[in-house]
């Protein structure tokens, strides 16, 4: 198959699945049957998102990779202070990013009708080491998730009308988290030349997406927006499952370092970083 087109989100597919709205009480519509993302894109931007998106692609406000159990979505606020540093941002955008990502709290427990969130939060330029995938959760939590990036690329995505089977995405996961794991270990290795032969295939799989039907597209989410998506209990991880059951995603591969912050339901998984 030839390389995939990479479009932006469009109002159009609310009928296959990915629900695209300006109008973020409409999350919730997650919870329906076939719909894998309700994506909530922004109005614009405020003074202190442009101020944090500087802040994050300078390597002035850097996160490392954590996780934060949050008990209620009350103490997010709380354990967001406690948790986050204030290098390189200034108090008000600070403040503002804490309340930002409290009302994701809120918004996950209202959808989720369970109290308690992980919340995984990072400052990261992106790298080639995840491909297409789907986000897990523990055995019997609602299969729901947030994910906000606040700058930089958006995350792809595919529709479910247009993967042709499971069998077909979890080949092309297999062989892409193998290819993976070598080129991974050869960077460790130094082998160079090997490290690059494993970096080539995984970029020439990257490019065919083999479980897509021909023609289909890849789309992106636009930068700044919320979304709310269907996650898989963990234990039909590799299974027959159909293809709806969970939105199929990928972080982009390179560019400016991005603030990504994901929240799911509190009690165990194995959710993926975004
Ligand atoms: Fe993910």
New binding site residues.
């Given amino acids: 198959m030839a390389a995939q087109q990479i479009q932006s989100a469009v109002v159009d597919i609310e009928s296959s699945g990915v629900v695209v709205t300006r109008d973020a009480a409409r999350l919730d519509e997650v919870r329906l049957a076939d719909t894998q993302a309700v994506i909530v894109t922004p109005g614009g931007r405020s003074d202190w998102e442009f101020g944090l998106a500087a802040a994050v692609e300078r390597g002035a406000f850097r996160i490392p990779r954590k996780v934060l159990s949050i008990r209620h979505a009350e103490e997010a606020a709380h354990v967001l202070e406690a948790g986050l540093s204030s290098d390189g941002i200034d108090f008000e955008t600070r403040v503002a990013l804490v309340d930002d990502i409290a009302d994701l709290a809120a918004r996950l427990e209202r959808l989720s009708r369970r109290a308690g969130i992980m919340l995984r939060i990072f400052t990261e330029a992106p790298t080639e080491l995840c491909g297409f ?3 897990t959760v523990g055995p019997r939590l609602p299969p729901f998730g947030l994910l906000k990036i606040y700058n930089g690329e958006g995350t792809r995505y595919v529709l479910a009308a247009d993967v042709t089977a499971m069998s077909a995405f979890y080949a092309y996961l297999g062989r892409r988290e193998g290819l993976s794991a070598k080129w991974r270990a050869a960077c460790v290795a130094g082998q160079a030349m090997e490290a690059e032969r494993w970096r080539g295939e995984m970029c020439a799989l990257d490019r065919s997406l083999p479980f897509l039907r021909q023609g289909s597209v890849v789309r992106q989410v636009p930068a700044g927006a919320i979304v709310a998506f269907r996650h898989l209990d963990v234990r039909e991880h590799w299974s027959a499952h159909p293809v709806g059951r969970a939105w199929l ?1 990928c ?1 982009p591969m390179s560019g400016v370092p991005r603030l990504v912050v994901n929240l799911t339901p509190l009690g165990g998984g194995a ?4």
């Fill in positions: 995938h789907l986000d995603h972080s959710a993926r970083p975004d």
